[in-house]
């Protein structure tokens, strides 16, 4: 369970934020700060634990049948990733604080950072591929946001659009991956693919599953040649740079590799795609790095070159290099989320970010320089360091590593790297703080206050402390995450700053001197290299984007002309050939089950219905009578419902049809009341062609299924099961919030995106040229001289408390006998609308106090939470709990959760239904140029016989 808690508690704390955006940016952050805080001592609690052996798990299936988990564990290698996302984020929690200025909106800042936050520890916490693709797509949807969380700027828009699109493909890719994968394996469950390895890499579809994955990885780590879009994501904030780009989301990708290394390293395939794509990254990153201007493009690109280090590393297939790796891991979080903080810290003192016009900065900020050099110095590989440790493991890993029958070449280009990385990491430190002071800064440059300082100086602490006692504080760490990563106990290293005299060192130092030698002759290198020919990855992406675009541009104009009739009649007959194909490949004969007689009175029902419709059909112009057919149409199937011993669909049908008869009434009276001719008689036949194909194939279809027995129904297990399973007597409605909840779920959601896009497409109807149209339109219709008579709205008045007990009825004993949620939610708005039409928009509107749009909002948390709820208790999702209470004054009562279930049913019904109602009014008013009453009839209550004389 305390895994659980730790994996929601980022999306708990990014709900509590958002719904205290009136305490103020302190309140905001302090809620920021408690809830990381919370999450980070629960996964101390946990830390002996899994240091000792243990695997804390949660486990919920889902649809067991289709491989739909939510588990999570927590082994070393989830730890060490949890620690950095938790440990570090609290710092940026902290560090942002004081960075973001006064009119930034923190609270959408914290909210964002924590739903990241979550996403992260959901894909370094999961036991099931496929919840972990839901978190790793939930990543790239977050970080676009924080990238583009300054949407003023052009450039953090672009930034974010860039992440969205390359992550967001990559993504697609690795689901196809991992399908696979769990495909190989027989299972989608993490811990069952990573005891798979001789029948993964035995399968035919490994090199296939091995792509599609690495893609993933490759994309979300900025490797080669998708690494572009790392450094124009620098447009967000520095927190967000320094959270994301640092310790966590381009991570993401090591870390997948990491998690998989046991089923799928070890082979050929894997050891010439992973450690040359990681080893050309390196490379590429630290060369573009030295001779970038901006701090962050600097700490940017040096950040893909690291990324390139860790992939080169896994690449190589081996248990040490794997354990380097990890170090490594943890010495690039910590030395560069400190960079990217103190490089916040230059441009908020400074107001610039330019390293041509830095430089002098020692004498006046002296903590910022300590901190900075003491990050820069573990970056470039200084003894006595962390990073030192880790750069001279990874060149004796590359000395030992041989390419193509190469032996020194892969050694030789890690050491380029790595004098590269000397040199960027000396610029960023004597260019801006070494040297003379440059009088031309926007702002006079100080050490910042301790709320900004602080966060960076502790992890610089943790950078020396780490390079002085390597064995004692990272070691055990380190020797248990490698254990997680390569599937067995690692080799025992002992992890110490002094390896003796070996090539690793002799490497080392080389680097060291020709990254110093590079820093001297810098003014020489610069010139030469911007006078190499270069390929901009940013409009490479921008052809390449306005290509896809143009392309399906194309595409749509094919396919889709504006032309509903051409749109429907593709999509019918589309349905109609499918449909046929199926009822001839099930071979489109009927059963042997016995059909019932018809009595006169269905017979005449069934007359009425065929009639009605014709009359629909063929009186489609006159759109005021279409709609009384369409209205028989509706009783008669309620009718047919109540016949057929199914009163919940009869209850529904009837609702529904009220709700839609209503809201189409208000429609039709902004339309005209005879429209144009819009088909032509060949058009006409040819719809009339595919109606009754349609209609055929579709009743055809309904007599092969009601003519067979079928064999085993699963009415069967309803009936058996509602009342011992679901805790009501009413099957239907059981079924409709337990067994089937899920579905009532999505369509409950469909209910509220629908009423949303009616918002959105009628919300712009009353401004620019439409707006302009609606004022200039003279309506075709009559229009009474009493438009809110005195009877209807007493009426009115009279039936809203019994409508509104009838709702309350019908909602309290639906788990039981005929009602439910849905019903009783469209008897509500059935009671709202007829307020409405009786009296008016505006007067109702001002007299109730709940907003639609949080109503659809509540109805879907309500919902979602009670399913949530079940899975806390070890049940499936949606699960209904029910028990006997003894209340006092009314005794024994069967209370079941399906009831806030229902709930959450009524609102979203409701919100969904007074939205509409509300958009189609305030167009409607606009229209007719109505003047704003606050009486709720045409003879104004309040005032007396001889003022209206």
């Avoid at 009718?639 to 919940?648: C, I, Q, R, T, Y």
């Avoid at 749009?853 to 806390?872: F, P």
């Amino acid at each position: 369970m305390g895994i659980l808690l730790l994996s929601v508690l980022p999306f708990l704390g990014a709900l509590l934020v958002a719904c205290l955006h009136r305490t103020g940016r302190n309140g905001q952050a302090l809620t920021a700060i408690t809830v990381t805080s919370a999450a980070l001592a629960l996964l101390l609690f946990h830390t002996p634990g899994v240091m000792a052996g243990e695997v804390p798990t949660a486990r919920f299936a889902w649809v067991p049948a289709a491989g739909l988990a939510a588990n999570f564990f927590l082994d070393p290698l989830g730890l060490l990733f949890a620690g950095l996302i938790l440990g570090i984020g609290l710092l940026i929690v902290i560090y942002a604080r004081f960075y973001l200025a006064a009119d930034d909106p923190m609270g959408r800042f914290y909210v964002f950072l924590l739903l990241f936050q979550g996403a992260m520890l959901g894909i370094v916490l999961s036991d099931n591929i496929l919840l972990l693709i839901v978190f790793w797509e939930m990543t790239s949807i977050t970080s676009f946001l924080l990238i583009g969380y300054w949407r003023h700027l052009p450039e953090a828009r672009q930034g974010a659009r860039m992440a969205l699109v390359v992550t967001g493909g990559g993504g697609l890719a690795l689901l196809a991956g991992m399908l696979i994968l769990g495909s190989i394996a027989g299972s989608y469950d993490l811990t069952t693919i990573l005891g798979s390895r001789e029948i993964v890499q035995a399968s035919p579809l490994y090199p296939l599953a091995l792509a599609l994955i690495l893609l993933g990885c490759f994309t979300k780590s900025a490797q080669f040649p998708f690494h572009f879009w790392l450094p124009h994501a620098m447009a967000a904030p520095t927190p967000v740079s320094a959270y994301l780009h640092s310790a966590t989301m381009v991570k993401a990708g090591v870390f997948l590799l990491a998690r998989l290394w046991p089923v799928l390293a070890g082979t050929d395939m894997w050891f010439y795609s992973v450690a040359t794509v990681g080893l050309v990254t390196m490379l590429v990153g630290a060369a573009i790095a030295v001779f970038k201007n901006d701090l962050k493009a600097i700490l940017a690109y040096s950040t893909v070159s690291q990324l390139g280090l860790l992939t080169m590393l896994l690449g190589f297939g081996t248990p040490m290099a794997a354990m380097v790796a990890v170090f490594h891991i943890i010495n690039h979080a910590t030395f560069k989320a400190a960079l990217f903080m103190t490089a916040g810290i230059i441009d908020h003192e400074t107001g610039t970010r330019d390293v041509r016009r830095l430089g002098g900065l020692l004498a006046v900020m002296p903590i910022t320089a300590t901190i900075a050099g003491v990050a820069a110095a573990s970056m470039a590989g200084f003894p006595p360091l962390n990073g030192f440790i880790s750069k001279e493991m990874m060149l004796e890993q590359a000395w030992l590593t041989t390419w193509g029958g190469f032996g020194g070449l892969v050694a030789l280009l890690a050491t380029v790297a790595a004098a590269l990385s000397v040199a960027y990491s000396l610029r960023l430190f004597v260019h801006v703080f070494m040297g003379k002071s440059k009088p031309e800064l926007p702002q006079a440059p100080h050490d910042p206050p301790a709320g900004l300082w602080l966060p960076p100086a502790f992890l610089a602490f943790l950078v020396v402390a780490i390079g002085l006692l390597p064995a004692l504080i990272a070691g055990p760490l380190v020797q248990a995450v490698s254990g997680a990563v390569i599937g067995f106990p690692p080799p025992l290293v002992e992890l110490k700053l002094w390896h003796g005299f070996n090539p690793a060192l002799f490497l080392s130092i080389a680097a060291i001197v020709a990254g110093a030698l590079m820093l001297r002759s810098y003014r020489g290198l610069e010139p030469r290299w911007r006078t190499l020919p270069t390929i901009e990855a940013k409009t490479l992406f921008d052809k390449l984007v306005a290509a896809i675009v143009a392309g399906a541009t194309w595409v749509t104009a094919a396919l889709h002309n504006a032309s509903l009739q051409r749109t429907l009649v593709v999509f019918f007959g589309t349905a109609i050939v499918l449909g046929t194909a199926g009822i001839i490949e099930g071979g489109g004969a009927t059963g042997a089950r016995a059909t019932l007689p018809a009595s006169p009175v269905a017979v005449a029902a069934w007359l009425a219905l065929v009639g009605a419709a014709l009359a629909v059909t063929l009186g489609y112009r006159e759109r005021f009578l279409s709609l009384i057919f369409i209205s028989v149409i509706g009783l008669v199937i309620a009718l047919g419902f109540v016949h057929l011993s199914a009163p919940d669909l009869a209850l529904t049908q009837i609702s529904v049809e009220v709700v839609t008869i209503l809201l189409l009434l208000l429609a039709l009276n902004l339309l005209p009341k005879t429209p144009r001719q819009l088909s032509s008689a060949r058009r006409h036949l040819r719809d009339a062609a595919v109606g009754v194909a349609g209609g055929g194939a579709l009743g055809y279809s309904a007599w092969l299924v009601m003519t067979r027995d079928p064999n085993n129904p699963i009415s069967a297990f309803h009936w058996a099961n509602s009342y011992a399973g679901g805790g009501g007597t009413n099957v239907v409605n059981v079924t409709l919030v337990d067994f089937r909840a899920f579905d009532t779920f999505g369509e409950i959601i469909v209910l509220g995106i629908a009423a949303l896009t009616i918002f959105a497409l009628l919300d712009t109807a009353v401004r620019g040229a439409s707006g302009r149209r609606l004022l200039a339109w003279v309506p075709d219709l009559v229009r009474s001289p009493e438009r809110h008579p005195m009877m209807f709205v007493i009426a009115t008045r009279l039936l809203l408390p019994f409508a509104m007990a009838v709702a309350i009825f019908l909602f309290l004993r639906g788990h039981n006998l005929p009602g439910g949620g849905f019903i009783a939610g469209l008897v509500v708005s059935i009671a709202l609308l007829m307020q409405f039409m009786a009296s008016g928009y505006e007067w109702a509107d001002r007299r109730r106090s709940l907003d639609e749009h949080r109503m659809i909002a509540w109805g879907v948390l309500v919902a979602s939470l009670t399913g949530a709820g079940a899975a806390l208790f070890g049940v499936p999702f949606f699960t209904t709990g029910h028990d006997y209470f003894a209340i006092p004054l009314i005794g024994e009562v069967h209370l079941a959760t399906a009831l806030l279930f229902d709930l959450g049913v009524v609102l979203a019904v409701v919100g969904a239904v007074t939205l509409a109602l509300a958009e189609l009014s305030n167009v409607a008013q606009r229209a007719e140029r109505l003047e704003k009453v606050d009486h709720p009839m045409d003879i104004d209550p309040s005032r007396g016989p001889e003022d209206r004389a």
